[in-house]
């Protein structure tokens, strides 16, 4: 069985880290047009593993190894917040956190089990000035 939840709406880490991930991070851009506006559009596909979606970190742009090992006895997951998050060393600009997330969105409520394939396809847009 196939199923295809979308959404049109998202937040984004209000950052110059987040200009630099999109600059160097997010692959090939396309130019489009969408209503006389001109966008940066950059695609991420990405198939979450079971232990990513459990705790809701997905390393997408990972500087540093995310090893997530998690044993549960759950049946299901309920899942409506995919978010992109940035691992890396953040010791030196004062932060203890590994992990941050960069862009985020809800989406309608998704029953997963265990066995399900989830495939994440991100299109990304900035307004070109």
């Known amino acids: 069985m196939v199923s295809v939840l979308e959404t049109f709406s998202g937040e984004y880490l209000q950052n110059e880290l987040t200009d630099r991930l999109f600059d160097q991070k997010l692959g090939e ?16 596909i990405d198939t979450p593993t079971v232990n990513q979606r459990l705790v809701g970190l997905y390393p997408i742009l990972s500087e540093t190894p995310m090893d997530l090992s998690i044993k549960t006895l759950k049946e299901h997951e309920w899942i409506s917040n995919w978010i992109i998050h940035y691992c890396a060393d953040f010791n030196s600009i004062g932060h203890e956190f590994k992990c941050i997330p960069v ?13 399900d ?13």
């Open 29 to 44: 851009k396309e130019i489009v047009t969408i209503g006389n506006v001109k966008y940066e559009k950059a695609r991420i």
């Open 103 to 115: 862009f985020s969105t809800l989406a309608p409520t998704a029953a997963l089990t265990g066995d």
């Open 117 to 129: 394939v989830v495939v994440l396809q991100w299109t990304i847009l900035r307004e070109l000035s």
